[in-house]
């Protein structure tokens, strides 16, 4: 087959989007399919185009045997609504008027959110092209920003949601990231026969158990304390703050040490107010690239995985926890819902309700003393190896393509005869 899969995410940036992206492709691409991707130029999230694709409006990429094609992007740093909005749309409208002319022949065409602007110009791509799209849900747009207090209910969301409906309505199937989400487009009348659940998972051979990394916790500061670590984007969906307050809390305990690794909206408000409070036991320090992020969690005796304390939460699943329980590295999850459904049956975290201070300083101390924290990343590992392979979940998301380009073709020879 000649499979498109676009998203606005993609490698080099290091994101839940563009892990699964490149992943996904190369089970496709070992399968023996040609794999065409559609993106824009690397710039998640601090809004800076990296050496090599600066000074470009469009370019073909040869990434691992994928063919990859990188259209012009406003460039923005990932804050502020407006110019993420733009940021989204001018990919929206170059992936259209610079790649669609050159892209050449597709059996079927995959758009991942988060955004889904770019989902209308899968629709366009489709139609023109005239193969079936897969609208693959990773967040429940707009309504996330509802929940977030972005954007007030009113005219302008009325729009998006109607927007929102008529791309599940033009696409030939939805492929969701949780179980919670797929009850959710069902509840809202997308037909269930539809919708297919393919979890993220993790890349067991780049993410596995590995002996504690002394060196990084030297470089770090760290040498001799329980390292809690944090590795992800600092949004406004992270409530980090919350760490924050629980570090406050251990400022006096000369066991602990708090580590943030990475980048977003949130960054610099986080870094002044540790400053402002004078937080000896916090680091902050930048994004590491993916081939460097199991080393990270190496360093670390616990990670978290946090998430704000809004109902939609309880059906995203950070795809951190599988990478996590894969390093075989306990976690303590500040979540609920379908995520804290998962940890608990890893066997390998403790749960707290979300911006919980006082629940979290207690999870930190009780993972402290546990004399079996070994054993929980241990059993983490197994449970990921046998339920969230990325090849296994990868193999049935080519069989669901294969279905679709047939049920295509066989529409198509029909009409011809």
Not at 29 to 57: M, S
Not at 69 to 80: A, L
């Amino acid at each position: 087959m000649n499979i498109g899969y676009m998203c606005q995410y993609f490698a080099p940036e290091v994101s839940a989007p563009s892990a699964r992206g490149l992943e996904m492709a190369r089970v496709w691409r070992d399968a023996g399919h040609a794999v065409k991707v559609v993106t824009a130029f690397p710039n998640h999230p601090r809004g800076v185009v990296p050496e090599g694709y600066r000074g470009r409006r469009w370019m073909l990429e040869a990434m691992e045997g994928l063919t990859v094609y990188r259209s012009w992007v406003y460039v923005t740093p990932n804050e502020g609504f407006v110019k993420r909005i733009l940021n989204h749309l001018s990919f929206t409208a170059s992936a259209v008027f610079q790649t669609m002319p050159r892209i050449g022949p597709l059996d079927v065409l995959v758009v991942s959110s988060p955004s889904f602007f770019p989902v209308v110009a899968a629709w366009v791509i489709s139609r023109v092209k005239r193969v079936p799209f897969v609208f693959e849900v990773r967040d429940l747009w707009p309504g996330i920003f509802v929940m977030l207090g972005v954007l007030k209910r009113g005219p302008i969301l009325r729009v998006l949601e109607a927007l929102e409906m008529f791309l599940y309505r033009r696409a030939a199937h939805i492929v969701t990231v949780t179980h919670a989400f797929k009850r959710i487009l069902v509840d809202r009348g997308v037909p269930e026969s539809k919708v297919t659940v393919i979890t993220n998972g993790v890349d067991l051979e780049l993410f596995a158990p590995a002996p504690v990394n002394e060196a990084l916790r030297e470089e770090w500061g760290v040498t001799g304390k329980f390292v809690a670590l944090y590795l992800g984007t600092h949004g406004i969906s992270q409530a980090l703050e919350t760490h924050l307050a629980a570090a406050e809390v251990l400022r006096d305990d000369p066991d602990f040490a708090f580590v943030f690794i990475g980048d977003g909206a949130r960054k610099r408000d986080l870094v002044a107010m540790a400053e402002a409070k004078g937080l000896t036991n916090v680091r902050f320090l930048d994004p590491v690239p993916k081939d460097q992020v199991p080393a990270c969690y190496a360093a670390a005796d616990v990670c978290f995985v946090p998430l704000r304390d809004i109902p939609l939460f309880d059906s995203f699943i950070p795809s951190k926890i599988f990478e996590i329980l894969g390093c075989a590295r306990p976690i303590i999850g500040s979540v609920e819902g379908e995520p804290a459904e998962i940890l608990v049956a890893s066997g390998a975290a403790r749960v707290v309700k979300p911006e919980d201070v006082d629940a979290l300083v207690a999870a930190l101390g009780a993972m402290l003393d546990d004399p079996h924290l070994a054993a929980r990343g241990a059993r983490g590992r197994h449970f990921v190896e046998t339920h969230y392979d990325r090849t296994a979940l990868a193999r049935r998301y080519e069989a669901l393509l294969a279905g679709l380009a047939c049920q295509q073709g066989a529409a198509a020879r029909e009409v011809e005869a």
